[in-house]
């Protein structure tokens, strides 16, 4: 199973979801935080925790090929006790070097069975060396909720990141920072047997000052063959 990550240059982290799959790349935004998730950020397995024992680890190392012929590795380390999950996230680039990496605390409720909420704080360290030398530690809050109706799950969630990179200010570059707004809201379904099929809609403002809001529609659909097996294939527009 693999975890994606994106080198972090100008660029700050969204994971509205906390899946470890940056939202420009999640075609299942609203996947649980207990979920084991593919490259694009679809729920492949849920993890059941022990009755009997409220704590519980997770590690997953990842690797991800793309297309530029770069070899991306991941580390992410998961503690879980009852309704709250620690996560740790790093990756080094073949290309950059070690990326940013991530501390967050994630709580999960539900005051109806149908219902469930996720609240979130994501504390990003600036482990990745900029040609500016202007990375700073950012921060981020996130809520989620899920709705299950019969068998179609509604989904939508924000998040508010706080931008604290220098602005650069040189003869080549003049470049002001903001702080980031995203909300996401969708739906999905298993509408025939094995296949989930869901159509999510993202919106983010730009960490540059001026820069343009970025927003996707995205069609996903993921087929699951059996226990070991699955195959998935999306569209996003935007």
Same mark, same amino acid.
């Given at each position: 199973?693999?975890?994606?990550?994106?080198?972090?240059?100008?660029?700050?982290?969204?994971?509205?979801?906390?899946?470890?799959?940056?939202?420009? %790349?999640?075609?299942?935004? =609203?996947?649980?935080?207990?979920?084991?998730?593919?490259?694009?950020?679809?729920?492949?397995?849920?993890?059941?925790?022990?009755?009997?024992?409220? %704590? %519980?680890?997770?590690?997953?190392?990842?690797?991800?090929?793309?297309?530029?012929?770069?070899? =991306?590795? @991941?580390?992410?380390?998961?503690?879980?006790?009852?309704?709250?999950?620690?996560?740790?996230?790093?990756?080094?680039?073949?290309?950059?070097?070690?990326?940013?990496?991530?501390?967050?605390?994630?709580?999960?409720?539900?005051?109806? %069975?149908?219902?469930?909420?996720?609240?979130?704080?994501?504390?990003?360290?600036?482990?990745?060396?900029?040609?500016?030398?202007?990375?700073?530690?950012?921060?981020?809050?996130?809520?989620?909720?899920?709705?299950?109706?019969?068998?179609?799950?509604?989904?939508?969630?924000?998040?508010?990141?706080?931008?604290?990179?220098?602005?650069?200010?040189?003869?080549?570059?003049?470049?002001?920072?903001?702080?980031?707004?995203?909300?996401?809201?969708?739906?999905? @379904?298993?509408?025939?047997?094995?296949?989930?099929?869901?159509?999510?809609?993202?919106?983010?403002?730009?960490?540059?000052?001026?820069?343009?809001?970025?927003?996707?529609?995205?069609?996903?659909?993921?087929?699951?063959?059996?226990?070991?097996?699955?195959?998935?294939?999306?569209?996003?527009?935007?």
């Amino acid at each position: 199973l693999f975890r994606s990550f994106l080198p972090l240059i100008l660029l700050a982290y969204s994971d509205s979801d906390f899946d470890g799959v940056a939202d420009e %790349h999640d075609m299942c935004p =609203n996947s649980e935080m207990t979920d084991i998730v593919d490259m694009s950020g679809c729920s492949v397995e849920k993890l059941v925790l022990p009755k009997d024992n409220p %704590h %519980h680890f997770n590690l997953i190392v990842g690797a991800n090929y793309l297309n530029n012929n770069t070899l =991306n590795e @991941s580390l992410q380390v998961d503690y879980y006790y009852k309704k709250f999950t620690l996560r740790l996230q790093t990756a080094n680039y073949e290309d950059g070097g070690l990326g940013d990496s991530s501390l967050g605390v994630y709580y999960t409720f539900s005051p109806k %069975h149908e219902l469930s909420f996720k609240i979130g704080a994501l504390a990003i360290f600036p482990t990745y060396d900029t040609e500016f030398d202007n990375n700073n530690m950012d921060y981020k809050a996130s809520l989620a909720m899920n709705y299950q109706l019969d068998t179609i799950s509604l989904f939508g969630g924000v998040g508010y990141t706080l931008i604290n990179d220098d602005n650069i200010n040189s003869s080549t570059y003049k470049i002001t920072y903001q702080n980031s707004q995203s909300y996401y809201f969708g739906f999905g @379904s298993y509408f025939i047997s094995k296949l989930y099929s869901s159509l999510i809609y993202s919106s983010s403002s730009s960490i540059y000052k001026g820069g343009d809001t970025l927003s996707n529609l995205s069609f996903y659909n993921y087929y699951n063959i059996d226990k070991k097996w699955f195959t998935s294939f999306g569209y996003s527009q935007g």
